[in-house]
């Protein structure tokens, strides 16, 4: 880098953070300081995770525009994440995954107000716990065919036929009566159910959404049309899905968790003299890797089984194995997931191994 454009940066960087520490208040210049990696800013700055979808009909184009705008127009408000925008051929609206800087909540939620005739009313899944690392570097809004992989074709019209969604009250009224008898689908993959799942949850043994649908069909196979099924996810998006999948395939009485367990935690959090019906963590895709429903830890350490529930990313990039490693191990192994990973980082072995996909979070139970 040219001396002229280093000193340029490094006066930027400096006046942010001075600007920062004087007045805890005060929004930097989004430019220069979001891009830079949080890692090295030392700053209490806060972000509110919060997440929404909306399954709505959008045409290629207004998909292409809306693109280039909301990428554009957040980033400059500093919010960090990852949005999937698909047109309706597919299953096709928006799904969004951000971390929004505290003050900057409520003009961020106006800000898609403005959006209204896009996605209609948005129902916001706001995360339990603030975050000063949200772990992603910047905002990156994607266009996909479709908002969730699936293998069948399904268009954003098919969705329109919704399963009954039940608020957190409600779910977790009727998941109390029922107790055990209850045919309850945890729509997630294998590893997310291992963190934390509800009390009598079916797990899917499945490693990605695709092959949960196909699963389905064999759980249902022998259920009366008109049994009671329940389903939940992380968010919502999930069921929304799987739940018209199978409303379509003439199952009439199909029940999901309207906001996924993002909104059953909030509800715990605010009536805690109710007794948590999920136990354990809610796995998330973000940098948080999860946050904590009720304090129950259901996983063990991969390495030396001690009980455990922190995630981590293996350092050694041709691996990126996702696994839980408790602290001793994490300072034995050097952040690494195995004695080849370390190795390949000493630079003594030739990386051996593929990326394998079904690796992703390695077996911790
Ligand atoms: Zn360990
Ligand atoms: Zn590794």
Same mark, same amino acid.
């Given at each position: 880098?040219?001396?002229?454009?280093?000193?340029?940066?490094?006066?930027?960087?400096?006046?942010?953070?001075?600007?920062?520490?004087?007045?805890?208040?005060?929004?930097?210049?989004?430019?220069?300081?979001?891009?830079?990696?949080?890692?090295?800013?030392?700053?209490?700055?806060?972000?509110?995770?919060?997440?929404?979808?909306?399954? &709505? $009909?959008?045409?290629?184009?207004? &998909?292409?525009?809306?693109?280039? &705008?909301? =990428?554009?127009?957040?980033? $400059?408000?500093?919010v960090v994440g990852r949005i999937y925008i698909a047109p309706e051929q597919?299953?096709?609206?928006?799904?969004?995954?951000?971390?929004?800087?505290?003050?900057?909540?409520?003009?961020?939620?106006?800000?898609?107000?403005?959006?209204?005739?896009?996605?209609?009313?948005? =129902?916001?899944?706001?995360?339990?716990?603030?975050?000063?690392?949200?772990?992603?570097?910047?905002?990156? &809004?994607?266009?996909?065919?479709?908002?969730?992989?699936?293998?069948?074709?399904?268009?954003?019209?098919?969705? $329109?036929?919704?399963?009954?969604?039940?608020?957190?009250?409600?779910?977790?009224?009727?998941?109390?009566?029922?107790?055990?008898?209850?045919?309850?689908? +945890?729509?997630?993959?294998?590893?997310?159910y291992h963190f934390g799942h509800f009390k009598h949850a079916i797990k899917?043994?499945? *490693?990605?959404?695709?092959?949960?649908?196909?699963?389905? *069909?064999?759980?249902?196979?022998?259920?009366?049309?008109?049994?009671?099924?329940?389903?939940?996810?992380?968010?919502?998006?999930?069921?929304?899905?799987?739940?018209?999948?199978?409303?379509?395939?003439?199952?009439?009485?199909?029940?999901?968790?309207?906001?996924?367990?993002?909104?059953?935690?909030?509800?715990?959090k605010e009536n805690q003299e109710k007794p948590s019906l999920f136990k354990?963590?809610?796995?998330?895709? *973000?940098?948080?890797?999860? =946050?904590?429903?009720?304090? +129950?830890?259901?996983?063990?350490?991969?390495?030396?089984?001690?009980?455990?529930?922190?995630?981590?990313?293996?350092?050694?990039?041709?691996?990126?194995?996702?696994?839980?490693?408790? =602290?001793?191990?994490?300072?034995?192994?050097?952040?690494?997931?195995?004695?080849?990973?370390?190795?390949?980082?000493?630079?003594?072995?030739?990386?051996?191994?593929?990326?394998?996909?079904?690796?992703?979070? $390695?077996?911790?139970?």
């Amino acid at each position: 880098m040219p001396f002229p454009a280093l000193l340029f940066m490094l006066k930027h960087f400096i006046q942010n953070v001075i600007s920062i520490s004087r007045n805890g208040k005060k929004t930097p210049q989004p430019s220069i300081y979001y891009n830079f990696p949080r890692r090295f800013l030392f700053t209490s700055q806060k972000f509110k995770p919060i997440a929404f979808y909306s399954i &709505v $009909a959008l045409t290629e184009t207004r &998909v292409a525009t809306l693109r280039n &705008v909301l =990428e554009k127009e957040l980033s $400059a408000l500093g919010v960090v994440g990852r949005i999937y925008i698909a047109p309706e051929q597919g299953i096709g609206g928006i799904n969004c995954q951000m971390a929004v800087p505290i003050e900057k909540l409520d003009t961020v939620k106006s800000y898609f107000d403005g959006f209204k005739n896009d996605f209609g009313q948005i =129902e916001y899944n706001e995360g339990i716990e603030d975050t000063s690392s949200p772990n992603f570097s910047k905002l990156r &809004v994607l266009v996909k065919n479709n908002l969730v992989s699936i293998r069948q074709h399904v268009t954003t019209q098919d969705l $329109a036929v919704q399963p009954h969604h039940l608020t957190p009250e409600d779910w977790h009224s009727q998941l109390s009566q029922k107790n055990e008898d209850l045919f309850l689908l +945890d729509m997630r993959n294998q590893y997310e159910y291992h963190f934390g799942h509800f009390k009598h949850a079916i797990k899917m043994d499945v *490693d990605t959404f695709r092959d949960g649908i196909q699963l389905l *069909d064999e759980l249902v196979a022998n259920r009366p049309k008109g049994d009671d099924i329940y389903m939940y996810c992380t968010g919502g998006i999930r069921c929304s899905v799987a739940g018209t999948y199978l409303k379509k395939k003439g199952y009439e009485n199909v029940k999901m968790l309207k906001g996924g367990i993002t909104a059953y935690g909030h509800y715990i959090k605010e009536n805690q003299e109710k007794p948590s019906l999920f136990k354990g963590k809610n796995f998330t895709f *973000d940098g948080r890797r999860g =946050e904590p429903i009720t304090n +129950d830890v259901l996983t063990q350490c991969y390495h030396c089984g001690s009980s455990c529930d922190h995630v981590t990313n293996c350092v050694n990039n041709k691996c990126h194995l996702l696994f839980v490693q408790c =602290e001793t191990c994490k300072s034995k192994m050097k952040h690494t997931c195995s004695d080849h990973c370390h190795n390949v980082l000493k630079g003594i072995e030739e990386y051996k191994l593929d990326y394998d996909y079904h690796r992703q979070v $390695a077996k911790a139970w």
